[in-house]
């Protein structure tokens, strides 16, 4: 069997995703927020004070995950966490006023780069891109 590196596909997705991360990563570096950071920001701008569990489950990432970042952006002042009443175990996610400030900052350049990515690529391919890739995430789960 000859096997070479062009042919595995998950290869060539892991490089594309090194390279938009990495370019992401320094447009959002003024803003003190890294790029998985600012994907929890997004899920709280759409939807303050959600649990970290359900923030997780939005983003498909472990607790442990979603936990470490929820403390780091708390550390950077731009979350709160406080106690569910409901679930002593759970921990609800709130922005603070320097998080809702953010936004106006960071949408523009998420915007932008969505823009930039999706650049000559028409919205039949993009929802083909989107079904493959929910396929290939599919067969590993």
Same mark, same amino acid.
């Given at each position: 069997?000859?096997?070479?590196?062009?042919?595995?596909?998950?290869?060539?997705?892991?490089?594309?995703?090194?390279?938009?991360?990495?370019?992401?990563?320094?447009?959002?570096?003024?803003?003190?927020?890294?790029?998985?950071?600012?994907?929890?920001?997004?899920?709280?701008?759409?939807?303050?004070?959600?649990?970290?569990?359900?923030?997780?489950?939005?983003?498909?990432?472990?607790?442990?995950?979603?936990?470490?970042?929820?403390?780091?952006?708390?550390?950077?002042?731009?979350?709160?966490?406080?106690?569910?009443? /409901?679930?002593?175990?759970?921990?609800?996610?709130?922005? !603070? #006023? =320097?998080?809702?400030?953010?936004?106006? %900052? &960071? @949408?523009?350049?998420?915007? /932008?780069?969505?823009?930039?990515?999706?650049?000559?690529? !028409? #919205? =039949?391919?993009?929802?083909?891109?989107? %079904? &493959? @890739?929910?396929?290939?995430?599919?067969?590993?789960?």
């Amino acid at each position: 069997m000859n096997i070479s590196i062009e042919s595995y596909i998950s290869i060539f997705i892991h490089q594309t995703d090194l390279t938009l991360t990495n370019y992401v990563k320094g447009k959002l570096s003024p803003y003190n927020i890294a790029p998985e950071q600012n994907l929890i920001m997004m899920v709280l701008w759409e939807r303050d004070g959600l649990t970290q569990n359900e923030i997780g489950q939005r983003l498909n990432k472990d607790k442990t995950n979603i936990a470490r970042m929820a403390y780091s952006l708390e550390r950077k002042g731009f979350v709160r966490r406080a106690g569910c009443p /409901e679930d002593r175990r759970s921990q609800r996610v709130y922005l !603070t #006023e =320097e998080g809702e400030l953010l936004k106006e %900052k &960071v @949408l523009p350049v998420a915007e /932008e780069f969505n823009q930039l990515v999706c650049r000559g690529i !028409t #919205e =039949e391919e993009l929802n083909t891109t989107r %079904k &493959v @890739l929910s396929k290939m995430r599919d067969n590993v789960y």
